[in-house]
């Protein structure tokens, strides 16, 4: 069966930069669209950035110049290179991934912004 995992979440300071990988396994698919989503505790699940499988990228205005979407089809892998760090960023990074049509949801990756 299919699984998105991700990883790479932590605890950095103010303006500092953390990697989270997306990996989709199980499956003889390639992924196509991905999405990667945040949800801080109160808050609804919001939209960060997503690259389609023609590599269009489109970001939230809340991360544009410091978010950096990426895809590696062959490996199944997605990255979402975040720079520049602030504590509004502190939340849960969801990877939503596209594969032969359907899309799967990983558990999220706990990242906290916080001096």
């Known amino acids: 069966q299919v699984q998105v995992v991700e990883s790479g979440g932590g605890s950095v300071q103010p303006g500092g930069s953390l990697r989270l990988s997306c990996v989709a396994s199980g499956t003889t698919y390639r992924i196509t669209n991905v999405a990667w989503y945040r949800q801080a505790p109160g808050n609804r699940r919001e939209f960060v950035a997503a690259i389609t499988s023609t590599d269009s990228l489109s970001y939230a205005d809340s991360v544009q110049g410091r978010f950096t979407i990426s895809r590696v089809a062959a490996q199944n892998t997605a990255y979402l290179q975040m720079n520049s760090l602030k504590p509004e960023d502190t939340a849960v990074y969801y990877c939503?991934?596209?594969?032969?049509?359907?899309?799967?949801w990983g558990r999220g990756t706990q990242v906290t912004v916080s001096s």
């Open positions: 939503a991934a596209e594969l032969n049509y359907a899309n799967y």
